[in-house]
């Protein structure tokens, strides 16, 4: 006899998340969907603490238990102890809060720790199949360590779940996976209504937002097109990496980062939205920017053409002369912007909080009814 879902009871969910990119954002809008399942979720941030507007974003999700742990990030840590015992960290954290089920947003945690609950290990990204799609060659020491920490964890989890088949796919050659990953794609709240009209905003312009310090963001590209356009061209986002890392634009316009009501205002001016990157495993600032009407010129890279198909224009993410005659072309016909604007929303509508909750809140119940605890 199969189990009725329906009598699993309202759950605590032990969650972690960083304030330092797209995973803050996914962490919240899926706890505030969760909750809507009746699910209490404890979020234990790791890594740089929130910001205070980070802060005020998290106590308007109801129930949210937020947990400031100073635990390395798998990525920002100096050796393989450290993230070793975050998660044994973790682990006692999960007894402390007395969760029912864990959901690492870093398979690396996983590894070596012992849960007293099922996991379930959510890849955003990682950086062994970043450096495939980034850099050449093998992978560098400090890459190495950390690719084996997050196979051991992917092994060990109940679940492995990632946000697009394309990173499945990746994910699984990369690390000789016995099966593939299950597939969650992420979902985004709509942006809040702007917070004023932005200051000397350009009639029309291009636009693009993200951790632009990043090398798969590849800001690089794009400064170089910004070159070849009379067209403005304007990024939001840090220049600077919590790694360290300094990119610089010469020709575009940064903005620097940007809260969502400001964002909100830069979007709603419908600018022609452009992301060049190299790896994106999914991609929430083009959600955004879809979601608010603004046609969309993305990188021919597998997990955009799976995301957006036919609502998007796609350039080779290296051909800066090619990304800059789409924009050009595009900003010359109103009537193309307008179809790819409609276009995008209408795709944009398949990724929301409330299919991505429930899609996570089937994942955590099917383990929970059959009890799968760690392997």
């Known amino acids: 006899m199969t189990a009725d879902p ?8 032990l969650m972690t998340a960083d304030a330092a990119g797209g995973v803050w954002t996914y962490a919240l809008d899926l706890a505030a ?8 979720t404890v979020l234990a941030v790791l890594g740089p603490a929130p910001t205070p507007d980070q802060m005020t974003q998290a106590a308007g999700i109801p ?8 635990l390395p990030l798998d990525w920002l840590a100096n050796e393989p102890g450290e993230v070793t015992q975050a998660g044994v960290a973790l682990a006692a954290l999960a007894r402390e809060a007395g969760v029912d089920i864990v959901q690492l947003n870093s398979p690396a945690h996983a590894a070596g720790a012992g849960f007293p609950v099922p996991i379930v290990a959510v890849s955003h990204s990682c950086v062994a199949t970043w450096w495939d799609a980034v850099r050449d060659g093998d992978l560098p020491e400090d890459f190495s360590w950390r690719t084996e920490l997050v196979r051991r964890g992917a092994l060990a989890a109940s679940a492995l779940v990632v946000p697009s088949h394309a990173l499945a796919e990746a994910m699984a050659r990369r690390y000789a996976l016995p099966r593939l990953p299950r597939v969650v794609h992420n979902g985004r709240a709509p942006l809040p209504p702007p917070s004023g009209v932005p200051d000397k905003a350009p009639p029309l312009f291009a636009f693009t937002a993200g951790r632009l310090w990043d090398a798969g963001k590849n800001l690089e590209t794009l400064d170089r097109a910004a070159a070849r356009l009379d067209l403005p061209v304007l990024a939001a986002g840090p220049l600077d990496g919590p790694d360290g890392t300094l990119v610089e634009a010469r020709y575009l316009r940064a903005l620097g980062w940007l809260d969502e009501g400001t964002l909100a205002g830069w979007l709603a001016q419908a600018p022609i939205y452009v992301s060049l990157a190299l790896y994106e495993p999914f991609g929430l600032a083009v959600l955004e ?13 597998p997990t955009f053409r799976e995301l957006w198909g036919d609502a998007a224009l796609f350039v080779p993410a290296r051909d800066d002369a090619a990304a800059a005659e789409a924009i050009g072309r595009l900003a010359g016909d109103a009537g193309e912007r307008s179809r790819l604007a409609a276009a995008g929303r209408e795709r944009a509508a398949r ?19 059959t009890g799968t605890a760690a392997a």
């Open 289 to 301: 920017a879809a979601q608010a009407g603004c046609p969309l010129v993305l990188s021919d890279i």
């Open 351 to 369: 990724y929301t909080v409330g299919a991505m909750a429930e899609a996570m809140h089937a994942v955590h119940r099917s383990l929970l009814l």
């Open 33 to 40: 969907g969760l909750a809507l399942h009746g699910v209490v």
């Open 63 to 70: 129930g949210l238990e937020l947990r400031i742990t100073g």
């Open 6 to 13: 329906q009598r699993v009871p309202a759950t605590r969910l």
